[in-house]
């Protein structure tokens, strides 16, 4: 089956640093859905990537689908105490999310 | 307007009992889904319900059940639980089929605990 392979597995920065979490897939992906999920809370959806070479913006997160719609990324500027917790890029294989282990991202004020 | 709905929050069983966790989907959707999440990991796919009908199947055993109501709510059935069946049990819920593959919105989730 289809399978997302996520990097780094745990980051930590300092609050105001940059951020980035990196998705790759074996094979072309018709989607890329982000969530977020905080500590002790559950997935949020954040966005969903279609079309190759998409780049979105969600203030300052960046989400990106690369050309070849195999890998996909998320960038944080000046990263704040509110962005802690697990961004998972996911796979919606016909209403089934398939998950990978996520990047945890903590941030030091 | 109620997002997804879960109940009950937390419950403790022992190995070899059997639990019904149940989910009220947001308002609008008829499509249902399940997820376990261990701590540390991802959730995984249990299953979905869409019309009342098992869609589609994750790697579990027959164990898991469940169960569609026409109000589009749902039930997770586990029978002779194991002590690895301690998980955050989350459904999602997402809008009617459209040909693509639409967000699904989480409830909080149950936590299991088996002892």
């Known amino acids: 089956g289809q399978q997302v392979m996520q990097i780094p597995q745990y980051q930590h920065v300092q609050e105001g640093e940059d951020f980035t979490t990196y998705c790759n897939s074996s094979?072309?992906?018709?989607?890329i859905q982000w969530y977020k999920q905080r500590p002790g809370g559950h997935p949020v959806f954040l966005i969903q990537?279609?079309?190759?070479?998409e780049v979105k913006k969600q203030k300052r997160l960046t989400f990106q689908f690369g050309e070849a719609k195999k890998n996909s990324s998320l960038h944080i500027t000046a990263t704040q105490t509110t962005d802690v917790g697990t961004y998972f890029c996911i796979y919606n294989q016909g209403g089934k999310l398939i998950f990978g282990q996520g990047t945890e991202l903590s941030v030091k004020p | 307007d109620a997002g997804v709905t879960q109940s009950p929050t937390h419950l403790i069983k022992t190995r070899g009992q059997q639990v019904t966790l149940r989910c009220s989907p947001k308002s609008g959707h008829d499509t249902v889904s399940w997820y376990q999440q261990a701590l540390g990991q991802g959730p995984q796919f249990i299953f979905q319900?869409?019309?009342?009908?098992?869609?589609q199947r994750g790697n579990f055993p027959d164990r898991f059940s469940g169960h569609q109501f026409p109000n589009y709510s749902s039930e997770l059935n586990v029978n002779a639980l194991l002590l690895g069946d301690s998980a955050l049990y989350l459904c999602?819920?997402?809008?009617?089929?459209?040909?693509?593959?639409?967000?699904?919105?989480f409830g909080p989730g149950t936590r299991l605990t088996v002892t």
């Open positions: 990537l279609v079309k190759s070479g």
């Open positions: 094979t072309t992906l018709s989607n």
């Open positions: 999602a819920s997402s809008k009617p089929r459209t040909g693509g593959d639409s967000e699904q919105y």
């Open positions: 319900y869409y019309e009342e009908e098992e869609r």
